[in-house]
T-cell receptor
């Protein structure tokens, strides 16, 4: 099993839609989790941190399921500007291994 | 703060040449990471330092790759000799604490080896 697995997508959704991505991880010792957003030809930037069962920030909700070892990212009321690749990264023993990312494309 | 600064932004070189990528982390951050990103393999961790000491270099692909962090404000990633398959975007990132804090990325170096 790979350390971090994500559905590569692309997810093509209309504006206003709700979309969710999952990320599974293999290191059960991971304590904290992060979602990053990467725009085309740009560096990744932190979107959300998850330290307990979940976190909510406006239209974005991240949830953690430790028993099944996955984290999810829910985006409500999608905007055109949400189009990007979303990367998840569980934090383990200091190294930070990223998933390959899920590409989201929001259409008018 | 200016953020993580990487140079050069773009590097085009010929196979066999030495390439040196540079990174200045955010002041006060004590962890520094080097990543390589390609379409096929995604974002791969090459090596990371904590308090200027290399902690995990298991991601360094070959002996042709080496990284140093002589002080808290500077790191280099060197490829010697370079090969076409090394072509990728190389990102440097820093964080305040080892592993459990968010990463701040530089803008990356686009490397093309012809």
């Amino acid at each position: 099993r790979k350390e971090v697995e994500q559905d590569p997508g692309p997810f093509n959704v209309p504006e206003g839609a709700t979309v969710a991505f999952n990320c599974t991880y293999s290191n059960s010792a991971s304590q904290s989790f992060f979602w990053y957003r990467q725009d085309c030809r740009k560096e990744p930037k932190l979107l959300m941190s998850v330290y307990s069962s979940g976190n909510e920030d406006g239209r974005f909700t991240a949830q953690l399921n430790r028993a099944s070892q996955y984290i999810s990212l829910l985006i409500r009321d999608s905007k055109l500007s949400d189009s990007a690749t979303y990367l998840c990264v569980p934090s383990g023993q200091g190294n930070l291994i990223f998933g390959k990312g899920t590409k989201l494309s929001v259409k008018p | 703060d200016a953020g993580v600064i990487q140079s050069p932004r773009h590097e085009v070189t010929e196979m066999g040449q030495e390439v040196t990528l540079r990174c200045k982390p955010i002041s006060g951050h004590n962890s520094l990471f080097w990543y390589r990103q390609t379409m096929m393999r995604g974002l791969e961790l090459l090596i990371y330092f904590n308090n200027n000491v290399p902690i995990d270099d298991s991601g360094m692909p070959e002996d042709r790759f080496s990284a140093k962090m002589p002080n808290a404000s500077f790191s280099t990633l060197k490829i010697q000799p370079s090969e076409p398959r090394d072509s990728a975007v190389y990102f440097c990132a820093s964080s305040y604490r080892k592993g459990n804090e968010k990463l701040f990325f530089g803008s990356g170096t686009q490397l093309s080896v012809l």
